[in-house]
């Protein structure tokens, strides 16, 4: 069976990957689409063009906007949203990201990234921190030591940056993004529709 | 008569301006809201955060996404778009602005407004070119001479000037965007339908 894919690359530090990662389940199931959960890091991309930290924060205009922008979107799609004050912004996202790619692409990757971005997003919490992400392991049912053992290996620290090199490779700048089989690249939540129909159109 | 009103800030050398000042009208009056067209100039809130030029010239893989971005959008809309190759970008869009400025807001700015994107966008015209400009206002049945004449006038230096310190004074950091009566900013012509939106049910 010849089944469609779309690769979705996500940072955990980013606002809108959250609202892309909590969308994009539903509506690629209803395209019969299968999702590929790429965490990448940004902070090497934005390094690479002369930024030590996000744009949001650099550019204080856009970074004022994007919070605003991030509650009025959250609520059109019916998501809770809390701007984050306990955590400094943006989060280290390293170890979320390790612990995702040590979980397989069948539909755990997405759930722990899911309750990750929640966990952020909608709780404050600091996803850095070992404790928060065995909570959400535990809450998933599963045994938190390993997977954060795992972490530590060569192997899933390559695998991260072999992700992270791949999205650089398609020409991805920020986050969410998605790349499709054809080799579109498409930027943003806002583009979250319009990749998924391009996948089923073809 | 209460008529619900939007301002709509373009830049006459942006892309994104382009497709929004195509859409905006029909968009508008089907939700009974009147378009305040403000031109604006982004060179000096570029430079305010230490940029020289675009964006999408300082950092490659976003100008690179973007143009293929354009393409995608324009041929959703079922807008002409064409990759300028002659012309260097960004084109100065002093002189349109100012132009514009010259012209009442009664649909004739907006005309005028829609013409020069064309000419750039679709034709790669030099739209600093005092004799595309005087082109397009003879196709607009428009005298040419005093229009481009007042635009050596104090007073339309000086209300361009003044329209981008109110852009600046509204957050606004790159174009289009979009404000509302009571205080909304909305950022780029993937908020076109939501901006408007917003006014309507208010």
Chains 1, 2 share one sequence.
Not at 32 to 58: E, S
Not at 89 to 108: I, N
Request: aromatic letters at 12%; one cysteine or more.
């Amino acid at each position: 069976m010849n089944k469609k894919t779309i690769d979705f690359w996500y940072e955990f530090a980013s606002t809108y990957s959250y609202l892309a990662a909590e969308r994009i389940g539903p509506l690629a199931r209803d395209r019969g689409i299968i999702v590929r959960w790429r965490p990448f890091l940004l902070g090497p991309i934005f390094h690479a063009q002369g930024w030590n930290t996000t744009p949001f924060k650099i550019y204080k205009a856009k970074g004022d906007y994007m919070w605003r922008d991030m509650e009025r979107q959250a609520a059109r799609y019916g998501l809770p949203f809390k701007v984050p004050v306990v955590n400094e912004l943006p989060q280290h996202s390293v170890l979320a990201a390790r612990v995702a790619l040590s979980l397989p692409d069948d539909g755990m990757r997405a759930e722990f990234s899911r309750r990750v971005y929640r966990a952020q997003w909608t709780a404050d919490k600091c996803i850095s921190d070992p404790e928060v992400i065995s909570g959400i392991l535990a809450d998933m049912e599963l045994d938190a030591g390993p997977l954060l053992a795992q972490t530590q290996t060569p192997d899933i620290k390559q695998a991260l940056k072999d992700n992270t090199d791949e999205a650089i490779s398609h020409g991805i700048f920020g986050a969410p993004s998605l790349t499709t089989p054809d080799g579109e690249l498409f930027w943003g939540d806002d583009r979250l529709d319009q990749a998924l129909d391009w996948v089923a159109s073809r």
